[in-house]
């Protein structure tokens, strides 16, 4: 696993581009790209096979509407029914978060078949064959934007070896009642000797304070109230960092001049970065499909490449998925979590494809 590699880090990136600014976020960002790329491969693969490169624009109105609105309607559907058809306006919210690739897979395919209908030339199996291979290059971007995020993390190691999501914390203490200026989670060098193998491992905060009218003696009592209730009292906090309810804050102040520097030693939990394993695995599947196109494009039977898609980025996603945080919480009690029981059909779909596509066999070589 990725974190044997790693020990572990505080990972705490400001989920947007510009730090600072609310707006754009990484994901948004991330997401947008893997369809600007996905545009010029489609523009390529037309290319090379003799293709109207014009109907690629067409194309990626279908992709991208599939996308966004199967997404959404997925996570609806699938996670929050009860949430969402109670207040049905909150579904158009998709700037808030909640997007469910099984529904976008569902989605896309639907819109594909209509894009062939509608297209002369280009049957449905030759097009959606193409649109999986950029598709597993734009899911390998969008899970690198969730990470860039720090959302859909995994389960605890219980190891010192991990990712501890730093960012919800500083979140949550942007909202003190002191004039914080900024404030960092990060790995501190000299705690290495309170590792003790557990996954529960040293986190240090610095805030950095303007002086404004407070008294160092004032701030003090402040900080180690709110600090302290922040870190445990919150579900978010109790998910990630592990600082002791009943134990005094380890907090130290100094004078900086212009300002106050806060140091709060503390300790977070290290997790899963499943998202980088989904975003490698999901660019390897890439490759892969990209070579088999390259070389075995001419012989290829219709559907074989969506098939090993299925299998290979459904498969891999259920075996990751034993390494990730539940969504929700009726999760909680299934032996197999919702992204698993979605991706066995797609999976077992994806096996019929491969075994139809190698009965027909490989198309005659053009004399």
């Not at 090379?48 to 309607?73: C, F, H, P, S």
């Not at 078949?113 to 290059?137: E, N």
């Not at 407070?214 to 109230?225: G, H, N």
Request: aromatic share 12%; glycine share 8%; proline share 5%.
């Amino acid at each position: 696993m990725l974190e044997l590699l790693l020990n572990y880090i505080v990972w705490d990136p400001s989920p947007s581009v510009i730090p600072g600014w609310e707006r754009p976020p990484w994901y948004s960002i991330l997401f947008a790209a893997g369809f600007v790329i996905s545009q010029q491969f489609m523009v390529y693969f037309f290319r090379k096979e003799g293709q109207d490169v014009n109907l690629v624009d067409k194309l990626t109105i279908y992709m991208v509407l599939a996308t966004i609105i199967g997404a959404r309607l997925g996570h609806v559907l699938f996670y929050e029914p009860e949430k969402y058809l109670s207040n049905p306006i909150d579904i158009l919210k998709v700037w808030e978060g909640g997007l469910a690739s099984h529904g976008a897979a569902i989605s896309i395919l639907l819109a594909l078949w209509i894009y062939a209908k509608k297209t002369p030339g280009q049957s449905y199996l030759w097009v959606v064959d193409r649109i999986v291979i950029v598709t597993a290059m734009t899911g390998a971007l969008i899970r690198f934007g969730n990470l860039m995020n720090s959302e859909i993390g995994g389960k605890e190691t219980l190891t010192d070896n991990g990712f501890v999501y730093g960012w919800h914390i500083e979140e949550l203490l942007q909202s003190l009642r002191v004039p914080v200026e900024s404030i960092e989670a990060y790995k501190p060098e000299d705690r290495s000797g309170e590792l003790q193998g557990n996954g529960v491992v040293p986190m240090n905060i610095d805030i950095e304070i303007s002086k404004g009218t407070y008294e160092l003696a004032d701030l003090e009592s402040t900080l180690r109230r709110d600090v302290k209730y922040a870190l445990t009292q919150f579900n978010s906090s109790k998910n990630y960092y592990a600082e002791p309810v009943d134990t005094p804050l380890n907090l130290t102040i100094a004078d900086k001049g212009d300002h106050y520097l806060a140091t709060v030693r503390s300790f977070g939990k290290a997790k899963h970065p499943t998202q980088i394993y989904e975003s490698i695995s999901y660019f390897i599947i890439f490759l892969i499909l990209l070579a088999i196109w390259n070389k075995y494009r001419e012989r290829t039977p219709e559907g074989l490449l969506l098939g090993l898609f299925f299998i290979s980025v459904f498969g891999t996603r259920f075996v990751w998925e034993f390494f990730k945080e539940n969504q929700v919480d009726f999760e909680d009690a299934m032996a197999f979590n919702m992204g698993q029981i979605l991706s066995i059909p797609l999976v077992i779909g994806g096996i019929v494809l491969v075994i139809r596509a190698l009965k027909i066999g490989p198309k005659p070589l053009k004399s």
